[in-house]
């Protein structure tokens, strides 16, 4: 019997609707929490969230259709990284390999702390004829599916056994995702029989949710100690991460630092948080940074993280930060972040900790000898921008870095250029001059190869008169370009750079490093002798990418690059500018060290040359407490 207030409607359906009436709510601004759903149908949805998506039809829940499950959570990714985790999208999947496709793109929405919202369909809850088809059978453990693999990648998890369940568990994902400190892959597994079941839902399950996005305000006792420790240093630093972009603090960090006179190197995460012409910017720091932020970064007193993980590339593996008092002060949404490095703490939103900070130091100023001082590193540094950005030869072949020179002189303010692996994040990190908050996207918690071209497509729905790059390396090309599919499909005009240089340069270079002779990392043909030394490979990516439906360029010579650029950039089409570049490594070298460690024993020279460079590096590790 239904009660008066109640509405039957199956599982699936209850959850589309619920998800079409919530919302989140940041500064009075007011967004839809799941804009959309991504979905590839299969047993385990088809019937389910599949049929209900049909019956709530695309204004109340817009349905993007993907190529491969992973790309999904990717282009998910991107969405919501563009809109700063106000507006997310969801990802529904068949049972089995289509669910277990999402553990990578899980891992990285995760890892960046990127709201997604994940609805792989399960098993049945009923069992009436195990194992169906694709049904991993534990032998002790009945309960168990294959989508528990999201669980060490989720930060909720349930799986929905019964439809009254639903409610409470909706809710519970809801929270995680709106969670500026807990926010990341969220998954509610679904039972293809109880997706179908039907059940009366109480009306107000349906009433629209305003989920507020909550700028925690920093603690009177934590900001007064950070004001003390501030003021008593001599050579503050500020390391910028992404905690900047995601609480839309740029604005709180540059008064700040306009007050104070505290220079800012910054993370991959958090590049972009001041613009590359503001004095006190000085670019990436760590294994990847800029000369100007490392020497400071080893010469300072205090160390600012604001929004920051530390992660091993920022911290150039724990050798970066050398002053033998160095201290750190860590503003961060999340404990877990603030306390890393034994810092002082200041647990609060980013912007409102940078306001709070600037109010406090009113009048502070650093010494104008370090000012001076790291004003002219930052001048040095931009003459090696500029050098490696310079094509003389227009007829020549364009190297790397010649290509960020073209692509920085065709860019606007607002265009967007993503990347996430390969030999492109580091050249990037060191090189790119970011102009607005939104422009470097930068995967790289992650780090994940193939995450450009899907997130391209998010970033374009998020922002749909932004022009959008995709930069992307042929390993990455061949790893995931399924995606170029869905952007001609949606009709969205994103660019891609294409950079062919037959294989993994990146991982080659590390490998050559770190004794392993650039083993297993070029894309040539197998030679006489058994190993792949042979002729490149004779693929052509760009046909390939032509075959997808995208209008695609062919750049020989530099000036070719640079009205190829134009062109895509000017065209409504989804556009992929193809180059071979000249391998010719013209980047900077690391100015800071990453520790991947080198075999202990080898009967070859080179990796027992590179050992004794590895326990050099090593040995300058520092633990700070
Ligand atoms: C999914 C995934 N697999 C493996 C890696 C390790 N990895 C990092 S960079 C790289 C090679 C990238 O090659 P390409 O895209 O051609 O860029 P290039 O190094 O040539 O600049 C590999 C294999 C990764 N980051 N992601
Ligand atoms: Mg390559």
Redesign the pocket.
Known sequence: MSHPTSIRLTVAQALVRFLSAQYTERDGVRRRLIAGTWGIFGHGNVAGVGQALLEAGEDAMPYHQGRNEQAMVHAAVGYARQLNRLSAQAVTTSIGPGATNLV?GAALATINRLPVLLLPGDYFATRPADPLLQQLEHPTEADVSVNDTLRPVSRYFDRVTRPEALIPSALQAMRVLADPAETGAVTLALPQDVQAEAFDWPEEFFAERVWHVRRPAPDPVELAAAVQAIRAASRPLIVAGGGIHHSEAEEALKALVDATGIPVASTQAGKGSLRHDHPADLGGIGHTGTAASDDLARTADLIIGVGTRYTDFTTASGTLFQHPDVRFLNLNITAFDAHKLAARTLVCDARAGLEALARALEGHRVDSPYETEYRAGKERWEQIVEAVYRADDDSAVPT?TQLLGALDAVVGDDDVVIN?????PGDLHKLWRARGPRQYHLEYGY????YEIPAAIGVQQAAPDTPVWAL??????L?MPTEIVTAVQEGLPVNMVL?Q?H??????GLSETVGGERFG?AYRHRAADGTFTGAPLPVDLAANAASLGMDVLRAKTVRELREALATARASDRPTCVYVETDPTPTAPPAEAWWDVPVAEVASREAAAGARQTYEREAATRRRHL
């Open positions: 990578t790397q996430a692996a390969g030999s492109l780090s994940c190869m193939g992307v390396g042929d390993g990455t090309y790893m950079i240089n294989g993994y340069a990146s991982i080659g990392t």
